[in-house]
């Protein structure tokens, strides 16, 4: 299990500009250049090209505040395998691209893992409070529809489960080993990576229905974020600090959308906080 330690092999180096293309003219999804800060940031997406962002109002992220409900929702099953990854930094964030045949099942619905990628700080924030990280898991079910699961990421003592001295490998020091510290280079991971390492023990979540949180800030996104945070190294988030020190959208107003918690598994309902 403990072969090479070097890990990643240069597959590509692709040649798009950060963003994507400049933009062309009005039609919908232009490809407009943005960015975390100054005139290309959050708050002009809207006039870049990128409408919904503006006058969405399903928006992510969000703060989970004191409101949500404590409901009978369905367990989240995930069925994730270890592979070998396709790392992309793409100027916005590193993006480890999963292969078929890893998923979540939420009820009769199940979703394929697509992909997962960080932001920094959090971008959802629970009661005002951020945290030094936030992985999404980005799923997609058969017609097309988006479901992604965010963890919380804090700074701390790493767990073996989550991978963090390299034993089994797949884990968190493999994931951070891995990151392209050039925008537009892809890099495979010759480690098999385990997305399974970046969730917490308890299962209870928060759900609501957002969106993506980058342009075009697509709505008809269902969110489930783990209650429970997850632990890396500081010199991990230093890693990836060190390539993106803010990649993170701000909360969006909640408007009308109700907010659901999940208990952890076998819980009673009503536990809140
Ligand atoms: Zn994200």
Redesign the pocket.
């Given at each position: 299990m403990n072969k090479a330690v070097g890990c990643l092999v240069v597959a590509a180096a692709m040649l798009w500009p950060a963003g994507g293309a400049r933009a062309g003219s009005g039609g919908g999804g232009s490809g407009a250049h943005w960015s975390y800060e100054g005139a290309e940031g959050p708050a002009n997406w809207g006039s870049l090209g990128y409408p919904l962002c503006a006058s969405g109002k399903n928006q992510s992220p969000i703060d989970i505040g004191g409101n949500a409900a404590a409901t009978d929702l369905d367990e989240i099953q995930f069925k994730y395998a270890p592979a070998p990854i396709q790392v992309k930094n793409n100027g916005h964030t590193i993006q480890f691209d999963y292969p078929p045949g890893s998923f979540i099942t939420v009820g009769a619905q199940r979703f394929e893992l697509v992909q997962f990628?960080f932001?920094t700080p959090s971008?959802n924030t629970i009661q005002g409070k951020s945290y030094p990280m936030e992985v999404?898991l980005v799923h997609k079910n058969a017609e097309g529809g988006l479901a992604v699961v965010g963890v919380m990421m804090q700074t701390g003592q790493v767990e073996a489960a989550h991978g963090g001295h390299g034993a089994e490998g797949g884990g968190l020091e493999t994931i951070f080993g891995a990151l392209p510290a050039a925008a537009n280079l892809t890099l495979t991971s010759e480690r098999a990576i385990d997305a399974g390492r970046l969730l917490p023990h308890d299962t209870g979540y928060y759900h609501w229905m957002g969106s993506l949180?980058t342009p075009p800030c697509s709505e008809g996104v269902r969110w489930f974020l783990m209650k429970e945070p997850i632990t890396i190294a500081p010199a991990q988030l230093t890693r990836f600090q060190t390539i993106f020190a803010n990649n993170a959208r701000p909360v969006q107003p909640l408007n009308s959308r109700n907010l659901f918690i999940k208990a952890r598994s076998g819980g009673g309902a009503g536990a809140g906080h």
């Open positions: 990628h932001h971008e999404h949180t």
